[in-house]
């Protein structure tokens, strides 16, 4: 669903580093996520944002901070990343006003922290 | 909060064959449940969803079934294609103004020629 992106597609940093990930759409929905998947435990949420002023925890949500630039763009951050949040990462977004809060997932973002 | 336990983790069947991947809840307040397919290396997809309203829906060769009395609700893919070789995952949340969905594990799901 090319209405969803995310930057970087593949990213290899080091321990203690500072990394952002971005996510845009073009869908026009209000709600967006973040979610982090490893192998063996689907899909985990870190944060999620229902609008521009509303930013809510997930269940992963330690070593994460969003923010929310406008209701086109989400942003997560590691502030200091270590390894075991090596990871892909998938932005979403749903429109409940649609009828169904179906999501639809960004491309994903493959982290490496070595 | 919710919990989705889904399984099994990995299901391996002959092209042809139906499939069957269940899953169980534990809040007794959702009522709206998504399939996802996730083919390799690409995002999660939704395939067909639920809700509490009803007890079946189907789409081709897909089908999803809800026993809200269980809490559990299962897709069954009939006539198996090696296209339908995936990773399925199941959800479940309250679909109201300040709901989430939570995930199951997901089933690797192999469909051999």
């Known amino acids: 669903d090319a209405d969803v992106t995310q930057t970087p597609r593949n990213r290899i940093t080091k321990t203690g580093k500072r990394i952002m990930l971005e996510c845009s759409q073009t869908?026009?929905?209000?709600?967006m996520y973040w979610y982090r998947q490893d192998p063996g435990l689907g899909l985990r949420l870190i944060y999620y944002s229902f609008d521009v002023k509303d930013i809510n925890k997930g269940e992963i949500s330690d070593g994460y901070s969003v923010s929310r630039q406008a209701q086109a763009k989400f942003s997560l951050s590691l502030e200091s990343a270590i390894p075991n949040q090596t990871a892909l990462y998938f932005c979403?977004?749903?429109?409940?006003?649609?009828?169904?809060?179906?999501?639809?997932f960004g491309p994903g973002t493959r982290l490496t922290v070595l | 909060g919710e919990n989705v336990e889904q399984h099994p983790s990995t299901l391996s069947v002959q092209e042809g064959d139906s499939a069957v991947i269940k899953c169980t809840y534990s809040d007794s307040a959702s009522n709206y449940f998504p399939w996802y397919k996730q083919e390799l290396g690409k995002r999660p997809q939704l395939i067909i969803d639920i809700r509490s309203n009803v007890g079946e829906k189907k789409d081709q060769r897909i089908a999803v079934t809800l026993n809200k009395t269980a809490k559990h609700f299962s897709l069954h893919i009939t006539e198996t294609q090696p296209e339908d070789s995936a990773v399925y995952f199941c959800a479940a949340s309250r679909e109201t103004s300040g709901s989430r969905l939570t995930f199951g594990e997901g089933t690797q799901l192999t469909v051999n020629p």
């Open positions: 979403a977004t749903s429109d409940p006003g649609t009828g169904t809060d179906t999501q639809y």
């Open positions: 869908k026009g929905h209000d709600r």
